[in-house]
């Protein structure tokens, strides 16, 4: 019986008091009104002009609107006359840049060590085997400039470009 009298005064005070209403403000609603209205409340004071709700509204325009007339379409603008491009003396260019280096084509295909010296091995489109040590003409176009582990660094016999050749197996 204390169990039970216990519980309900623990339920009855642990009641959600109820929600405020939209309409109030702050403290205005715990607090008794106030004499002198809102405006000794502290805030601000309302402005309505009750007589103008009951005022003559403005009366719809007159016949001449028709909602299902359309109105004519606007004329076209008119076309802008486009001048040409003043024209000016063309910079001569010069002689054209000379043709890019062709590329070599070789294939590095492995090297080979002959009395500490570095041999590079080479082969053409056709299968042709080449091969020499760095600085060796190969099919007399091509100067063996260096030679890595994976890779073999050829320029043209006339110096005109270098190029890297990475070993391709096979």
């Known amino acids: 019986m ?3 009298v216990v519980v309900y005064r623990a339920w009855t005070a642990t009641s959600v008091a109820p929600a405020p209403t ?11 009104p106030r004499a002198g209205g809102p405006a000794a ?11 103008a709700l ?11 609107r028709n909602l299902f007339r359309f109105k004519p379409k606007a004329p076209p603008p008119l076309p ?9 003396n063309p910079v001569p260019a010069g002689p054209p840049p000379p043709p ?9 295909i492995g090297t080979l060590e002959r009395g500490g010296q570095k041999i590079a091995i080479l082969s053409d489109s056709s299968g042709h085997v080449s091969y020499g ?14 030679i890595g582990a994976e890779s073999v660094e050829l320029a043209h016999v006339d110096g005109r470009g270098h190029q890297m050749i990475r070993l391709t197996g096979g």
């Open 2 to 4: 204390v169990l039970l």
């Open 22 to 32: 939209s309409n109030v403000r702050g403290e205005a609603a715990s607090a008794p």
């Open 41 to 51: 409340q502290g805030g601000p004071a309302l402005d309505v002009h009750l007589p």
């Open 54 to 64: 009951g005022a003559d509204r403005p009366k719809p325009g007159g016949a001449d």
């Open 80 to 88: 802008q006359v486009q001048r040409p491009p003043p024209v000016t």
């Open 100 to 108: 890019p280096v062709p590329p070599i084509p070789l294939k590095f």
């Open 133 to 146: 040590p760095e600085g060796a003409t190969i099919d007399g176009r091509y100067r063996i400039v260096r």
